[in-house]
């Protein structure tokens, strides 16, 4: 595992755990496309995505998150990055509790390396 690409997306999670929606600007590009889980909806867009984290957590009260077993995939300027996650939440729908996998293609631009693809898998 590549630590500081494991560390990157720690850090990035970090963000919109806390509610510092700006931030995430530092990790994802401005030309970056989220996936929904089932592939059948896509965000693009810096703009959009920071607003996708910003709606979810209006909505919701996280009450655990944990992400583990990264693996990382680094050819050159692109990397994959990998790995599961454990999150239960409440809404206004009720208490929530699911397991996936993130999957993240990161390019490395010149301010570093930014998220430019991003897809949730439910298990």
Do not use: K
């Not at 560390?7 to 700006?22: H, N, P, S, Y």
């Not at 209006?58 to 990397?79: C, K, L, M, N």
């Not at 390019?107 to 298990?123: C, E, H, N, P």
Request: glycine share 8%.
């Amino acid at each position: 595992m590549d630590a500081a690409l494991a560390g990157f997306t720690e850090a990035m999670d970090r963000c919109w755990l806390e509610q510092r929606f700006g931030d995430l600007a530092a990790y994802l590009a401005e030309d970056v496309v989220m996936v929904a889980p089932g592939g059948s909806q896509r965000i693009s867009g810096l703009d959009a995505a920071i607003e996708s984290y910003r709606a979810f957590m209006r909505r919701s009260e996280i009450r655990a998150f944990r992400a583990f077993d990264h693996i990382v995939t680094e050819r050159g300027p692109a990397a994959v990055i990998e790995y599961g996650w454990h999150m239960a939440w409440a809404d206004g729908d009720g208490e929530h509790e699911a397991n996936g996998r993130e999957i993240l293609a990161l390019a490395r631009r010149d301010a570093g390396w930014r998220v430019i693809w991003r897809m949730q898998l439910t298990a």
